[in-house]
């Protein structure tokens, strides 16, 4: 339907959606599109207005949804679409969190295993034998 980028007059854009220029007029009134204002004062449509109309004809035309009930919808897509960033948003931070730890973790354990490594070479007792429980006479200690 639409092939170029740029801003459309009122009347191409009642073309597009064979309406009335007085429906999208009252939709401006409604505050449902709020399309740019040349020098002149001729009303531009850009392609978000344009989206956002085709939507509200959708909803008007199709589905049978009255203004108010637009608007409400309208506003509720908008609260909708800010709680998606912000829960996005939370989740960067937690995945991100938890990449840094993994990173700190893998160093740690690249640590110890070097460690280990190094204990093992400065060591008689072979490192296998370290695991196994040593029998301690306490009547030796005492």
Aim: no cysteine; charged share 35%; proline share 2%.
């Amino acid at each position: 339907m639409r092939k170029r980028k740029g801003f459309y007059s009122i009347s191409a854009v009642a073309q597009m959606f064979s309406v009335h220029q007085q429906t999208i007029r009252l939709y401006e009134r409604e505050g449902l599109i709020s399309p740019k204002r040349s020098e002149g004062n001729t009303r531009l449509f850009s392609e978000e207005d344009i989206e956002r109309l085709e939507e509200i004809i959708y909803l008007t035309h199709k589905v049978g949804v009255n203004l108010a009930g637009v608007d409400l919808i309208l506003k509720q897509q908008k609260k909708i679409n800010r709680l998606q960033k912000e829960i996005n948003s939370l989740f960067k931070g937690i995945n991100d969190d938890l990449e840094h730890e993994k990173e700190l973790s893998r160093q740690h354990l690249v640590k110890a295993s070097e460690k280990l490594v190094q204990l093992k070479r400065h060591r008689k007792t072979p490192l296998h034998l370290l695991d196994k429980p040593q029998n301690i006479d306490r009547d030796d200690h005492d």
